[in-house]
Every structure is written in structure tokens, then in C-alpha cells.
T-cell receptor, first 112, second 112 residues
């Protein structure tokens, strides 16, 4: 069963706007990771945030983690048409070995 | 190699036939994972290999599915007597001691 649930399921914005995607999960975790997938094929790792971290940045990406609420958010600032993709959160449950559990993803469309 | 490679990229088969999907992980990565992604869904964990340890097969959906990893490198996922519900993209990932998993481009399996 899927642990992570992203919302919204789909997001459509204009270039230059910010995009925020949320992820909720059910069990305690070692870390939470965000991936991007273009055209339904290979996934690209974007960022990893550990359970003892609250916020992390990478370029135009900002990820937050609230373990008390079992939720995370991914913010893409100043979006570009090339950011159009599906974005997945994946959790690494505590006591596991990086056997990631993925949500169903958010489909982001950035219009020029 | 430079990244995880998978072959074939696409496979169309008839119901009841057996198929083999191949994954070449990044050289030196000790961990290898297989996931399955049905249309419009997130990834579903299938099986995990770590070094010479016994694999975690807990995600395999039925006994028609099996996988092996020879010499701690290349892995083959075999699906026997394929069914239409096996149609999906099969993704392989590898990782070293870090938490990041690097994904291959996937094999799109279509069972007619």
C-alpha cells in the first residue's frame, strides 16, 4: 500500500509562478525524498530530507518536513516550462533499509 | 557505467508468455531495487538486493514473479505466464551507502 499521498493530484501554473506540492505519510520515517519523472519513465532524485531536519534548499527547490504532522512540502520557485513533470514523494520507513514507499504523485504543468 | 541501464526499453508480449527484464546498476552500488509503476500511479516496491544477503521479496505480487542478481551486479526480473494486469513500467534503481536511489529509464511492458 502507498504510504505517501501527494496533493494536489494535478497543478497548472504560469511560468514564473511558484508551485507548491504537499505530501502526507503514515508511519515514522528515516528520511523523505522527492523525485521528478518526465514522460512516465525514469525518476530523477531531487532532494532528501532526514527526519531530524525541518527545511532544506537546493537551487529553486525548498522542502519542508513536519514529522509531528507527518507531512512534507516541495516548493519550486520561479517555475519554468521545463519543470513540467510528475513529482513524487517517497518515504524511507524507520527500521527499513531504504525500501522507498511512493505516493501517487502530483502532475505539474507549467505554461509559457 | 554512467547510470543505471535497463533493457529492453519496451516489451510487448502475449498473455501467457514469459518475459525477462534486465537491469545494469551503477558500478560499485551494492543495493539494487525493482519497482513497478502502473499507468498514472506511484511506484510499487517489488524486490530488494543488498550485497550477498538474501533478497527481500516481500513486494512481489505473485509467485509468477522472480528476480535474481548475479555476481552482485546485473539483475534479471522474470515474469512467468504474463497476465494483462502485469502491464506496467518496471523500474530498477541502485544505491551505494548513501540514501539516494538512482533509477534507470525503465522497461515498459505491455501484455496483450
Amino acid at each position: 500500500s502507498q504510504q505517501g499521498e501527494e496533493d494536489p493530484q494535478a497543478l497548472s501554473i504560469q511560468e514564473g509562478e511558484n508551485a507548491t506540492m504537499n505530501c502526507s505519510y503514515k508511519t515514522s520515517i528515516n528520511n523523505l525524498q522527492w523525485y521528478r519523472q518526465n514522460s512516465g519513465r525514469g525518476l530523477v532524485h531531487l532532494i532528501l530530507i532526514r527526519s531530524n531536519e525541518r527545511e532544506k534548499h537546493s537551487g529553486r527547490l525548498r522542502v519542508t518536513l513536519d514529522t509531528s504532522k507527518k507531512s512534507s512540502s516541495l516548493l519550486i520557485t520561479a517555475s519554468r516550462a521545463a519543470d513540467t513533470a510528475s513529482y513524487f514523494c517517497a518515504t524511507d520507513p524507520s527500521g527499513g533499509y531504504n525500501k522507498l514507499i511512493f505516493g501517487a504523485g502530483t502532475r505539474l504543468a507549467v505554461h509559457p | 557505467g554512467a547510470g543505471v541501464s535497463q533493457s529492453p526499453s519496451n516489451k510487448v508480449t502475449e498473455k501467457g508468455k514469459d518475459v525477462e527484464l534486465r537491469c545494469d546498476p551503477i558500478s560499485g552500488h551494492t543495493a539494487l531495487y525493482w519497482y513497478r509503476q502502473s499507468l498514472g500511479q506511484g511506484l510499487e516496491f517489488l524486490i530488494y538486493f543488498q550485497g550477498n544477503s538474501a533478497p527481500d521479496k516481500s513486494g512481489l505480487p505473485s509467485d509468477r514473479f522472480s528476480a535474481e542478481r548475479t555476481g552482485g551486479s546485473v539483475s534479471t526480473l522474470t515474469i512467468q505466464r504474463t497476465q494483462q494486469e502485469d502491464s506496467a513500467v518496471y523500474l530498477c534503481a541502485s544505491s551505494s551507502d548513501t540514501d539516494t536511489q538512482y533509477f534507470g529509464p525503465g522497461t515498459r511492458l505491455t501484455v496483450l
